[in-house]
């Protein structure tokens, strides 16, 4: 039972357009979400976040939409840069008795490859 | 800075074999947690603690056990290695509530 879905394995896109990384939830009890990006052989590293009491969230180049009714959220790059090639993982966590942001559940990622 | 340090970062073990990942975090985090990424899989969490003498299992726990006897370390045990726990370990830090998890560099682990 995938909680987080990132249905898109990968994306290529060119330098200086947009990138848009969509991932969607399922539980509904989700109330935190997470972008990370990962090169290879090193550990995730955390871009941006969003809580559901907000629909947006912006950070530079990075914005991080929210559509609570549809369970699915977004992640926005403008402009794409080729330093942006990496996996993007979206990751979930919700107050399932207080302790559960303790505990991410993450998509399966997406390769994004920006051609310069 | 350290931030979320992990030992070792490669491994080979034989099927039947024992070993501890090390990971240890100097921010002073409460919360800890073990993740392991499989191909095509994402990352799935094994074990995380709220806070020194309190842990609690993840998606999937079995064959591995932890315990968390310090704010800064939480150690990984793999009781008796199986090929299917050849992965990429990663353990995680953050200071709890809707706050982002730091995580360290990983350990390749391939079980023989």
Known sequence: ?116 | NAGVTQTPKFQVLKTGQSMTLQCAQDMNHEYMSWYRQDPGMGLRLIHYSVGAGITDQGEVPNGYNVSRSTTEDFPLRLLSAAPSQTSVYFCASSYGGKTEAFFGQGTRLTVV
């Open chain 1, 1 to 116: 039972d995938q909680q987080v879905k990132q249905n898109s394995p990968s994306l290529s896109v060119q330098e200086g357009r947009i990138s848009i990384l969509n991932c969607d939830y399922t539980n509904s009890m989700f109330d935190y979400f997470l972008w990370y990006k990962k090169y290879p052989a090193e550990g995730p590293t955390f871009l941006i976040s969003i809580s559901s009491i907000k629909d947006k969230n912006e950070d530079g180049r990075f914005t991080v939409f929210l559509n609570k009714s549809a369970k699915h959220l977004s992640l926005h790059i403008v402009p794409s840069q080729p330093g942006d090639s990496a996996v993007y993982f979206c990751a979930a966590s919700g107050d399932a008795g207080g302790t559960s942001y303790g505990k991410l559940t993450f998509g399966q990622g997406t390769i994004l490859t920006v051609h310069p």
